[in-house]
């Protein structure tokens, strides 16, 4: 068996984390064969909650698990790890956009940022969750200079898993039948999700899912607003923010930066822009990403028509100004 790696969950008392440690300490993430250390970190009013998660993870007797330390200081959450899921901050309510939380939450990434920079591995893998994720992620790396930019990620992949869904529904295939739809841009109502390069599996053969679905229309229409507006969807109907399916997609981010993509393969995620496809430069963009060795290479060279690129401009612009809005928030601090 391998040495144990150390992977921390913030905001470890939260919704999204309670799935979320549970699917990571049953090997979903590093493999069947990886022993973890799990570090929780929220903060003082939750630690009793955190006890009750402690107390049921020792409960779900998971051979993997060799330790878990729970805590409220940084520097112990951060110290030496390999992996960090930054779930940790306030959810929106409905009626709100996640921006509206940039305020109240991006200080907490400009925190865990110099923390990281401190105490993590100077490989540790980022993952930022908690919204507005693209914008927390940006100010994450801003504060953690010693470690290298390509670290740090903002989740998008709920949106391509929603987005893969409602395409495998409209196609009646099975979900696995359907690959490579793109999620561009931001976390927001913004993002474009984009099937114009997206395969579906019909018995034997691939085509494109717009020949599989038999609706242009619906994938430049109803499928596009059905994925902007999904997040606002499931708070209205749960009256709290999505959290079983977030700690999926959380698994599935860090189990494809971890473990590489399948050839032939790409998947969504929030990286820093190099400004490929006209995407302003230095902010999290989500970009169709292939993965190799824990490395991560936008998918170069795919077709946009005057449609993509017109919504691509108004998510990137969206981003340049959540990312000149937080650094303000945290140079007034
Ligand atoms: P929650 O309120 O249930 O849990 C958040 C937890 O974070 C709480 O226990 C809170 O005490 C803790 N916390 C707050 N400040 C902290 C800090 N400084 N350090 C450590 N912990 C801290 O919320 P949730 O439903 O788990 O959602 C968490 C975040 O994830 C929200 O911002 C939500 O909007 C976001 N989210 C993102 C996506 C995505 O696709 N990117 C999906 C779902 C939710
Ligand atoms: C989601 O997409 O479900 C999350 O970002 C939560 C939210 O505020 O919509």
Not at 130 to 146: D, E, K, L, Q, R
């Amino acid at each position: 068996m391998a040495e144990p790696i150390r992977v921390v969950v913030t905001g470890a008392a939260g919704q999204i984390a309670y799935s979320l440690l549970y699917m990571i300490a049953r090997g979903e993430v590093f493999g069947k064969d990886q022993p973890l250390i799990l570090h929780l970190l929220d903060i003082p009013p939750m630690v009793g909650v955190l006890e009750g998660v402690v107390m049921e993870l020792a409960d779900c007797a998971l051979p993997l698990l060799r330790e878990v330390v729970p805590t409220t200081d940084p520097a112990v959450a951060f110290k030496d790890v390999s992996a960090a899921f930054l779930v940790g901050a306030m959810p929106r309510k409905e009626g709100m956009e996640r921006k509206d939380l940039l305020s109240a939450n991006v200080k907490i990434f400009k925190a865990q940022g110099q923390a990281l920079d401190k105490y993590a591995r100077k490989d540790v893998k980022v993952l930022v969750v908690g919204n507005p994720a693209n914008t927390n992620a940006v100010v994450c790396s801003f504060y953690a200079p010693s470690i290298p930019r390509e670290n740090f990620s903002a989740m998008t992949r709920l949106d391509q898993n929603r987005a893969t869904a409602q395409i495998a529904a409209k196609a009646k295939v099975p979900i696995s039948d359907v690959k490579n739809v793109i999620i561009w841009g931001n976390h927001s109502s913004t993002q474009f999700p984009d099937a114009s390069h997206a395969v579906v599996t019909v018995g034997n053969t691939e085509k494109p899912a717009v020949e599989a679905v038999g609706d242009a229309e619906f994938l430049k229409s109803s499928f596009v607003e059905t994925v902007q507006k999904r997040g606002a969807a499931v708070i209205a109907a749960r009256k709290m923010s999505s959290a079983m399916s977030a700690a999926k997609a959380a698994c599935d981010h860090m189990h494809d930066w971890w473990n590489g993509t399948a050839p032939g393969q790409y998947v969504s995620m929030g990286v820093i822009s190099d400004g490929s496809y006209d995407a302003p430069k230095d902010v999290i963009y989500s970009f169709p990403v292939e993965i190799k060795n824990k490395q991560w290479k936008i998918v170069q060279g795919l077709s946009l028509d005057d449609f993509a690129k017109s919504k691509m401009a108004v998510t990137g612009k969206e981003l340049l100004e959540e990312k000149n809005e937080a650094m303000a928030v945290c140079n007034a601090d």
